[in-house]
């Protein structure tokens, strides 16, 4: 015997299941609609801040400014893609900054003795007297030059000259008050600038100077020998011109020349004479 449904309750409990599933359905969607703007929001939330940091770091070109990278998704490898790059730019600017750096030293700085070359110390030189005009002051320059070079060179070597060189630079930068400079103007010659000085404390630096290369031997290896510079000192002024002091204090280390080298003299002028 088979149980008849009348048809009127049949086509309520129809419309009863449409219902529900209507209501599951637009619960699904809502659900889901819920869920994709909560991702959107963190999606979006998170590209807005990836953007403001790769905006940060485009204004101020700090390339040590890293993204956060710290999930697993693809917005977090993105970030790291892009702290990967930002890291290689940096040690490239780094590495391009040491060689502009090493290029800058070289150019400025003598191979052998790492002081000062010829081109350097006339730029400071020019500087230290712009410097007497304006505060009305003067400076000592001293010109240094090793006695017998070329028979150190023709009797030992040009690497034990070399070595040689090196040793007068260490002797006279000792003898230097931190805001002095020692120049290498030509092979065996070094130009010294002493600001602030008077003729009288620049005679007495030269003075100190000389004895400090001459007071040790120099170690040549299997023997050790003296060395001696000669030295011309003069006074720079607020009116001086830097060519014309140069030339003073060289004709005054040549007059120390023929006196007998191992000698320090001062010039205020000019002499008749051609070293």
Avoid: W
Avoid at 42 to 65: E, F, H, P, W, Y
Avoid at 145 to 164: Q, R
């Amino acid at each position: 015997m088979v149980a008849r449904i009348p048809y009127d309750l049949y086509s309520e409990g129809k419309k009863v299941m449409r219902y529900l599933l209507l209501l599951l359905m637009l619960a699904g969607l809502v659900h889901c609609g819920v869920l994709l703007l909560v991702l959107e929001e963190n999606l979006l939330s998170r590209l807005a801040k990836l953007n403001r940091r790769i905006k940060q770091v485009t204004v101020s070109g700090d390339l040590s400014m890293r993204l956060e990278s710290s999930g697993s998704d693809e917005l977090s490898a993105l970030a790291g893609a892009v702290n990967a790059m930002l890291a290689a730019m940096q040690k490239g600017k780094s590495e391009l900054l040491q060689a502009q750096e090493s290029l800058r030293f070289h150019a400025e700085h003598d191979s052998l003795t790492g002081i000062l070359n010829r081109r350097a110390i006339r730029d400071v030189l020019r500087r230290e007297l712009a410097r007497c005009r304006r505060e009305n002051n003067t400076l000592g320059v001293i010109v240094a030059d090793v006695d017998h070079f070329k028979k150190i060179n023709d009797h030992y070597g040009h690497g034990t000259g070399d070595a040689a060189l090196v040793a007068v630079v260490q002797r006279i930068s000792a003898m230097l008050r931190p805001y002095d400079v020692i120049g290498r103007y030509g092979g065996e010659e070094f130009l010294i600038i002493a600001p602030g000085c008077d003729l009288h404390l620049t005679q007495k630096l030269a003075e100190r100077i000389r004895v400090a290369v001459c007071d040790e031997p120099v170690d040549f290896g299997n023997e050790t020998s003296t060395i001696t510079v000669s030295l011309g000192a003069t006074l720079g002024t607020a009116e001086s011109d830097p060519e014309f002091l140069v030339a003073m204090a060289d004709a005054a280390m040549y007059q120390a020349k023929r006196n007998g080298r191992n000698r320090a003299e001062t010039s205020l002028e000019l002499p008749d004479f051609e070293p």
